[in-house]
């Protein structure tokens, strides 16, 4: 009777310590989890301002006029055409 108290008391300690050490892993690796996901949100709101001062008006005017050799048109080189109205899909 005495070995099998001593044995349930070791397979019951046994699975205290591996339940603890499981979950600290755990914890470890939502530690590590959060830390990239942190880096990740801060690298995409770099890229988003790169994006944004990339897109931006004042950027691509300047980028039309050195790489493409376009410019602004005067207004004499304006054509308006007026819309006609389409015709009804049945």
Do not use: H, K, N, Y
């Amino acid at each position: 009777m005495v070995a099998l108290g001593l044995l349930l008391f070791v397979l019951a300690g046994s699975a205290a310590v591996w339940r603890r050490s499981a979950g600290i892993a755990r914890a470890r690796t939502l530690r590590e989890l959060a830390a990239r996901q942190s880096q990740l949100r801060a690298e995409r709101a770099t890229l988003e301002a790169s994006v944004r001062l990339a897109a931006a008006r004042a950027r691509v005017g300047s980028v039309a006029e050195d790489r493409l050799g376009m410019r602004v048109p005067s207004d004499t080189q304006l054509v308006l055409v007026a819309r006609t109205a389409a015709p009804a899909v049945r």
